[in-house]
């Protein structure tokens, strides 16, 4: 069954702790992205990634970091240098380009306690 | 710079009234535009594009170069099409070609009985 995860669900982050958000999908696309999503903002793009090994700062990058070693796989690490982590992550994949649509993951709930 | 705004947070329409979810962009070259759709407790999935000239669930959604909008129609509304509607914008990556979406505010869309 084709499709996107993300985990965990929900995550629970101490002050000043590095956090790693996981995301795997098995559709063969290339291109991935980390969006935060937060009330009244939409989303807003963390990092991207096109092909393997190489990835780009979306608008909102910084406190954050990210690798894609594989294909299937773009992990996002929440630092303690965000100072507001608390939101909701939303990882998404598509073939090259956007013009066909991204498939989104169910998405990371980070709350910082 | 890529720009999408949703000028209202909250529509709320009867069954089977019109419904209208505006959409404006800013962006210097030939767009590409989107209707994300995200029901409670689903995930964020491609409703329509403008390149496919498609009606889905019955909503349609025409790219007007000059008023550089995408409002999002639909002749009667449903129940069943409460949920988050997001415009997006594909704009090219400056590097190495591909594209990213772009995301507007969002607008919540209640049908009330």
């Known amino acids: 069954d084709g499709g996107i995860t993300q985990s965990p669900k929900y995550l629970f982050r101490k002050e000043g702790q590095n956090v790693t958000l996981s995301c795997e999908q098995n559709l063969n696309h290339d291109a991935m992205y980390w969006y935060r999503q937060d009330p009244g903002q939409g989303l807003r793009l963390i990092y991207y990634?096109?092909?393997?090994?190489?990835?780009q700062k979306g608008d909102i990058a910084e406190g954050y970091s990210v690798s894609r070693e594989k294909k299937e796989s773009f992990p996002l690490t929440v630092t303690s240098a965000q100072k507001n982590p608390t939101a909701f992550y939303l990882c998404?994949?598509?073939?090259?380009?956007?013009?066909?649509?991204?498939?989104f993951g169910s998405g990371t709930r980070l709350t910082v306690v | 710079a890529q720009r999408v705004t949703q000028p209202e947070k909250l529509l709320s329409v009867f069954k089977g009234a019109p419904v209208e979810l505006k959409c404006n962009y800013s962006y210097s070259g030939s767009p590409e535009l989107f209707w994300y759709v995200q029901y409670s407790r689903q995930r964020l999935q491609l409703l329509l594009r403008?390149?496919s000239r498609e009606s889905i669930k019955g909503f349609t959604a025409d790219l007007n170069k000059g008023e550089t909008s995408f409002h999002l129609k639909k002749p009667f509304a449903q129940e069943e099409d409460s949920a988050m509607y997001y415009c997006a914008l594909s704009g090219r990556i400056l590097t190495g070609g591909g594209n990213k979406l772009t995301f507007g505010t969002g607008t919540q869309l209640k049908v009330e009985l």
């Open positions: 990634s096109q092909i393997v090994n190489d990835f």
């Open positions: 998404a994949s598509s073939v090259t380009g956007a013009r066909y649509g991204y498939t």
């Open positions: 403008h390149i």
